[in-house]
């Protein structure tokens, strides 16, 4: 692999095989994995990051338009951020502070809804939301000059794992040797599936529609979500200059309907759905953006290292768990992970190897109380604002005006949400 240029995503020759040793590979070319990568080379490991498309590249979003692919990002994600030195440099004119947060129920009542402020909780904002480009342009900005990553575009075909260290065989005959292996290669994570990692999976038989608007009244910094009869969440979400970018959970039959809809036919929608408030909150809603869905899903792994008893690999992100959008921490938990990661693999003692039992374990503990916990909560959640009877409607209606009455529980919502881990 002489010829392999650092930090530039190439395609090898066919029928090569050089074994390259180093000490990290990640696999996976998402937010995470990149966010991991960069970590690990900041760290000083000898890292190199594969996936398919690396080669791909990410414009800087710019103009009016906004991409489809919409993040929430926590305070936690926003502290990790700044330790990768990459937070300062993405472009704030394209960031929107969250202030609060307003969640209604069902009934159309007024006490049917919950409140989260900034204010209240002693915190400058929830959450930022910004689009993916922005984030993924700024990492690969700053992966080309971290000399301690490569990256490289192919595919693992096969991984080998023994006692000392792991081997994977890529697409295009090279060979890497590495003491630790980070699988960041998504929901249906093929290195999970070849080291035998099962999972606890079940569809919401949900789609999620996500589409850009621009509205007539002032959003006021606030993240909008209504509970509808029958299942179906709408979440709004603020974006910069009177605009909003929508998450509408429901049935893939409804979902196909909606990515039919003309501008006219939304807006009788909006109309008719939560008694009006969208309108009534939001305004006029013009579509800025081409309507996308996908499909909902809840994964969560069985285990978040292996193989089981000389365990080289690391599951992060979606590879070790899936979760509804009605939380909006999906992208947030994935990078908890690569924060709890580290955190763990920078104060390692200097007599252990990065793929030391010890510390894989100690991540493994670590991730899974606050993925198991984050992944209840919002499987319960859904469940719960799906059920069809009058009890359960009255319940769940009633609980939101409860705790938004009790400063002490939503003070605990709003730390739970803010995800806050010690990464230095």
């Not at 069902?106 to 915190?123: M, P, V």
């Not at 400063?407 to 605990?412: A, E, G, L, S």
């Amino acid at each position: 692999m002489s010829d392999v240029h650092q930090n530039t995503p190439v395609k090898l020759p066919k029928n090569t095989s050089p074994m390259r040793v180093v000490d990290v590979v990640v696999v996976g070319g998402g937010v995470v994995g990149k966010a991991c990568a960069l970590g690990l080379a900041q760290l000083g490991l000898q890292t190199i990051q594969i996936a398919p498309d690396l080669d791909q590249t990410i414009p800087a979003p710019q103009g009016t338009e906004w991409g489809q692919r919409i993040y929430a990002f926590s305070p936690s994600t926003q502290k990790l951020l700044a330790q990768l030195q990459l937070w300062d440099a993405l472009d704030q004119g394209r960031m929107q502070p969250v202030r609060d947060m307003r969640i209604f129920g069902d009934r159309g009542e007024k006490h049917d809804q919950l409140h989260l402020s900034a204010f209240e909780a002693g915190t400058p904002q929830l959450a930022w939301i910004g689009e993916s480009n922005i984030i993924e342009h700024t990492l690969d900005q700053a992966s080309r000059f971290q000399n301690k990553l490569e990256r490289i575009t192919g595919v693992v075909e096969r991984i080998e794992v023994d006692s000392t260290e792991a081997i994977l065989h890529l697409n295009n005959g090279a060979t890497l040797q590495a003491q630790l292996v980070i699988a960041a290669d998504g929901a249906n994570s093929p290195i999970r599936t070849e080291l035998g990692i099962s999972i606890k999976e079940e569809s919401y038989s949900q789609s999620a529609v996500v589409a850009n608007w621009k509205c007539t009244h002032a959003h006021l910094e606030t993240a909008y979500q209504w509970f509808l009869s029958g299942g179906d969440i709408v979440a709004m979400l603020p974006l910069p200059n009177k605009q909003v970018s929508m998450v509408w959970s429901t049935s893939p039959e409804n979902a196909a309907d909606l990515l039919k809809l003309d501008q006219a036919a939304w807006s009788q929608r909006f109309s008719s759905i939560a008694n009006g408030a969208i309108i009534d909150q939001l305004g006029t809603l013009t579509l800025n953006s081409m309507p996308a869905a996908f499909p909902l899903r809840r994964i969560q792994a069985s285990r978040f290292i292996g193989p089981e008893v000389n365990p080289k690999v690391v599951l992060i992100g979606d590879s070790a768990h899936v979760m509804h959008p009605l939380a909006g921490q999906g992208l947030n938990l994935g990078l908890r992970d690569v924060a709890t990661l580290l955190h763990i693999l920078g104060k390692r003692e200097s007599f252990r190897m990065l793929n030391d039992k010890v510390l894989l374990r100690r991540y493994e503990r670590q991730r899974q109380g606050d993925t198991s916990a984050l992944l209840w909560v919002t499987d319960k959640l859904k469940k719960l604002f799906s059920a069809s009877s009058g009890t359960e409607k009255q319940l769940r209606n009633w609980g939101l005006g409860m705790v938004n009455r009790s400063h002490f529980i939503k003070r605990r919502l709003i730390e739970r949400a803010l995800g806050d881990i010690d990464f230095e």
